[in-house]
Nanobody, 117 residues
Framework: QVQLVESGGGLVQAGGSLRLSCAAS????????MGWYRQAPGKQRELVAV???????NYADSVQGRFTFSRDNVSNTVYLTMNSLKPEDTAVYYC???????????WGQGTQVTVSS
């Protein structure tokens, strides 16, 4: 099993910045790729940034150029640095990990990000 714990959410004014962290523990060898998703009230969960092949990161168009995904393999932690935040970025942000050997996703409990105008 893989456990994911997010932190770093909070309330910020538009134009501000936040950095989310997600620490993985347990059977971390099972992890193939990691990423971030978000879910705003009344909306479906959507991709924000996920690791792709060749060391690339795939970003949602809405966050491209403002958000940056990074990974620390030593501490099994991934980060999402969010700059130039907008009210429409308000959502619960979830950390995701995909299993290397089985078609399975692991999710964190989510962290709330609220951007005031």
């Amino acid at each position: 099993q893989v456990q994911l714990v997010e932190s770093g959410g909070g309330l910020v004014q538009a134009g501000g910045s936040l950095r989310l962290s997600c620490a993985a523990s347990g059977s971390t060898r099972r992890i193939k790729t990691m990423g971030w998703y978000r879910q705003a009230p009344g909306k479906q969960r959507e991709l924000v940034a996920v690791e792709g092949g060749g060391g690339r990161t795939n970003y949602a168009d809405s966050v491209q150029g403002r958000f940056t995904f990074s990974r620390d393999n030593v501490s099994n932690t991934v980060y999402l640095t969010m700059n130039s935040l907008k009210p429409e970025d308000t959502a619960v942000y979830y950390c995701n990990a995909k299993d290397r050997w089985h078609p399975r996703d692991y999710w964190g409990q989510g962290t709330q990000v609220t951007v005031s105008s």
